[in-house]
């Protein structure tokens, strides 16, 4: 056993102003990441295009995630599964308490090759 961890686990932002990630696990063609926000946004005009699936969960907190065409809220429990290519952002995360989201991304290995 490599240590026991806390998946919410409050990181102490005064010490670093960005967004949190952790890896938690790596692999070919995936990774888990935790990732803790508060307040944190994607950049003014800011877009993810990813060539990887993410699956994203919150755990912790609330936020809002938007698409081109629509945004969606997201409370504890609720997940997502972001498609490759599909223009993404964070428009909003809580900060009391602090968000907590585990992602999962994956690609699918060409059989054909």
């Given at each position: 056993m490599s240590g026991l961890k806390n998946l919410f686990e409050q990181v102490d932002f005064n010490k670093n102003s960005e967004e949190f990630i952790e890896i938690l696990s790596r692999q070919n063609n995936f990774r888990i990441e935790r990732i803790v926000s508060q307040g944190h946004v994607s950049p003014k005009d800011f877009w993810y295009d990813q060539d990887e699936f993410e699956w994203v969960a919150v755990l912790q907190g609330e936020a809002e995630l938007e698409?081109?065409?629509?945004?969606?809220?997201?409370?504890?429990?609720?997940?997502?599964?972001?498609?490759?290519?599909?223009?993404?952002?964070?428009?909003?995360?809580?900060?009391a308490p602090q968000c907590v989201w585990l992602a999962v991304f994956f690609k699918f290995k060409d059989e054909r090759a």
């Open positions: 698409f081109k065409d629509y945004k969606i809220k997201l409370k504890p429990g609720d997940y997502v599964l972001i498609e490759p290519h599909e223009l993404h952002r964070v428009s909003w995360t809580s900060s």
